[in-house]
């Protein structure tokens, strides 16, 4: 303020002796020093001036508006974050290791694998050769027997006899011999008047 006051009384100084000067007309010597002291009053209320604009600084306040956090939030940076166990650190920056215990029931299952070898088999063939007979007397003895032929018993003789003896193919089979007259037996026993049975050899 005194410098305000101090550059408007200049001024005004500065404006009467002009003024003054330029109404009266004095001798040129008197006139040229007064304009050279109004001249040098004028530059110094300019400097003033100049020297007071010069130095006018001006403060830019910028108010920044923080958020207000309501417990159990904290104020972090300009931002509020969840601090549940109050312990100064934002909830989601602290590290939590959770383990997790997995019990694994193993069951040992003991399997029996039964492995079949095979192994090749010699198979010893042994051919028997079999000579049924060899003589006659191999198939037996000779029998007399009684048969049945034509209505009547007749009494004959049957023989064993050795067909291809000494040989794989040798059989035995009987052959029936009877006394006969012209290729008829003879040798009757017994006449069947309804025939003679031969399973039995009986007369019906």
């Given at each position: 303020?005194?410098?305000?006051?101090?550059?408007?009384l200049?001024?005004?100084?500065?404006v009467?002796?002009?003024?003054?000067?330029?109404?009266k007309?004095t001798?040129?010597?008197?006139?040229?020093?007064?304009?050279?002291i109004?001249?040098?009053?004028i530059?110094?209320?300019?400097n003033?001036i100049?020297?007071?604009t010069g130095?006018?600084?001006?403060?830019?306040?910028?108010?920044?508006?923080q958020?207000?956090c309501?417990?159990?939030m904290i104020?972090?940076?300009k931002?509020c974050?969840l601090?549940?166990?109050?312990?100064?650190?934002?909830?989601?920056?602290?590290a939590?290791?959770?383990?997790a215990?997995t019990?694994?029931?193993?069951?040992?299952?003991?399997?029996?694998?039964q492995?079949t070898t095979?192994?090749?088999?010699?198979?010893?063939?042994?051919?028997?050769?079999?000579?049924?007979c060899k003589?006659?007397?191999?198939?037996?003895t000779s029998?007399e027997?009684?048969?049945?032929?034509?209505?009547?018993i007749?009494?004959?003789?049957q023989?064993?006899?050795?067909?291809?003896?000494g040989?794989?193919?040798s059989?035995?089979?009987?052959?029936?011999v009877?006394p006969?007259?012209?290729g008829?037996l003879?040798?009757k026993?017994?006449?069947?008047?309804?025939g003679?049975d031969?399973?039995?050899?009986?007369?019906?």
């Open positions: 303020m005194e410098a305000k006051k101090t550059i408007a200049s001024l005004v100084i500065a009467f002796l002009t003024t003054f000067v330029s109404a007309e001798s040129g010597g008197i006139v040229s020093k007064i304009t050279d109004i001249k040098g009053i530059n110094s209320v300019v003033i100049k020297s007071i130095s006018k600084t001006t403060t830019t306040t910028v108010t920044t508006t958020p207000k309501t417990p159990p104020e972090v940076g931002k974050c601090d549940e166990n109050n312990n100064g650190i934002c909830d989601k920056d602290e939590t290791t959770t383990t215990v019990t694994k029931a193993t069951t040992t299952t003991a399997r029996t694998t492995r095979t192994e090749p088999t010699i198979e010893e063939t042994t051919t028997t050769t079999i000579i049924k003589t006659n007397l191999d198939c037996g029998l027997v009684k048969i049945c032929y034509e209505k009547a007749y009494k004959v003789t023989i064993p006899m050795c067909k291809n003896p040989t794989p193919q059989l035995c089979y009987i052959k029936q009877g006969s007259v012209q008829q003879v040798g026993i017994e006449d069947c008047e309804f003679c031969p399973k039995t050899v009986t007369c019906r």
